[in-house]
């Protein structure tokens, strides 16, 4: 009965920056809130587009007070930031301690562990946008194989030079090719390969 | 408007002035002269009116000394807290010149501040941003103020051109500002100029014996060394 689309975890932050959510959606939501707010105040004083690393920084230490105080509870979210400016593409991780990192890829939620395993077989030196875009597709697909799961819907962004370094959605034309990718992919891996037996 | 005793208080020090800043090919020149005034009284002969706000980011300051002098404290404070947080490398001389126009739009009010911010930064290279009274930001070629100002615009507007040498573009405004020196009685003293490019920065001064006269300025006497009227 749910809407398709209703439910979004990622948005844009800044015209070259976005933000995907994990966790309690409404605390991320905050997040991103106070995320626009800090790359807005840069642009206006500073005349220039926040870097990704100084918006990681302002956000994870604004994530962090909230850790201080007896009067408040810590964000129940984790949050990816995505960017791209005059120093090239950035990806960040914030956790609700307010500790992150910079990473070639990442990720969060449920099947983290799973994920990070799959995501470390790229080769992050020669992999395009477009590349990323599927082999993402197959790994969130491949993540939610199980009967359990209840259906998904696949959301994706990107920033990056094919974007002219603005932060979007993926066209339609290439989200549906995403899916079916991500389909294809796992049909295959069901069907088995040749190498699972072993004595 | 044209900065005059006038319109501040008694006895607060004007810089009746000349500043411009202008590009040429790989970087900026600053000129300014400085005549500091309070009413008919000479306060400085001498005065520096091109201050540096950051690494290769200049001010030139026209209208009440003080606010001037404030609003170079206030970008140089901001400016390095930016550099601390960003890189020394990574600060821009458009975040120099929105951080001067932020202060000077929200303290319009109060301020009697006409200012140039020039620079060069590795991204863009060399750059002239307008910030006169008011508060508004622009971004131009070229651009001249202060009271000596209005005697010159049309001759900048005329003799500027892109693509100038270091050389040319730092003769071109010293006879400018002489120029203006020679009709604004609220400019004068000696002329300074700063050139900046991806080299560095270089802060250099025409005595006041050695700016250019012209016409019945000159003395029909011997012993003048400045430089006879082209």
């Known amino acids: 009965m749910l809407v398709k689309g209703s439910e979004k975890r990622i948005f844009t932050v800044a015209p070259h920056a976005g933000m995907a959510l994990t966790g309690l959606l409404a605390d991320g939501r905050q997040i991103v809130n106070s995320c626009r707010d800090e790359a807005q105040q840069y642009k206006r004083f500073y005349g220039q587009a926040i870097p990704g690393k100084m918006l990681n920084q302002r956000i994870s230490s604004y994530i962090q007070y909230f850790t201080l105080h007896d009067s408040v509870r810590p964000f129940g979210s984790s949050v990816i930031l995505a960017s791209y400016d005059k120093s090239g593409p950035g990806l960040y991780m914030i956790e609700p301690s307010g500790v992150s990192y910079g990473y070639r890829a990442v990720a969060i939620g449920q099947e983290k562990q799973v994920a990070k395993t799959e995501l470390e077989n790229l080769d992050f030196t020669t992999i395009t946008s477009r ?69 | 408007a044209m900065a005059t005793s006038a319109m501040v208080g008694q006895g607060e020090v004007l810089t009746g002035t000349t500043i411009m800043a202008c590009t040429f090919d790989g970087g900026v020149v600053l000129g300014a002269d400085s005549r500091t005034s309070s009413g008919n009284y000479v306060a400085n002969k001498v005065a520096d009116k091109i201050t540096k706000v950051c690494d290769k980011v200049y001010l030139c300051r026209s209208g009440s000394a003080a606010h001037t002098q404030a609003v170079a404290g206030y970008a140089n404070l901001y400016l390095n807290q930016h550099a601390i947080e960003l890189g020394e490398k990574g600060v821009s001389v458009k975040s120099a010149a ?15 501040a006409g200012m140039i911010v020039a620079g060069w930064d590795k991204a863009q290279g060399g750059q002239v941003f307008a910030v006169p009274m008011g508060g508004t930001l622009m971004e131009v070629p070229f651009a001249v103020g202060g009271s000596g100002s209005i005697y010159i615009n049309a001759f900048v507007d005329k003799n500027w051109r892109a693509g100038m040498t270091r050389d040319e573009c730092k003769a071109f405004v ?27 920065q270089n802060k250099e001064m025409v005595p006041g014996d050695q700016v250019a006269r012209y016409q019945d300025e000159h003395l029909p006497t011997l012993g003048s060394n400045a430089p006879i009227f082209t």
């Open chain 1, 131 to 199: 590349e990323a875009v599927m082999e993402i597709a197959k790994i969130i697909y491949k993540i939610h194989d199980d009967v359990k799961d209840k259906e998904f819907e696949l959301e994706l962004s990107w920033v990056c030079a094919e974007s002219n370094g603005k932060h979007e959605h993926i066209p339609e034309d290439l989200l549906a090719e995403a899916n079916k990718v991500g389909k294809q992919n796992l049909e295959a891996d069901q069907f088995g390969s040749d190498e699972e037996m072993e004595i």
């Open chain 2, 98 to 112: 929105t951080i001067v126009k932020e202060i000077a739009y929200t303290n319009k009010e109060w301020m009697n």
């Open chain 2, 174 to 200: 010293r006879k400018a500002v002489s120029l203006a020196i020679s009709r604004d009685g609220s400019s004068g003293g000696v002329i300074r100029t700063v050139t900046v490019d991806a080299a560095g």
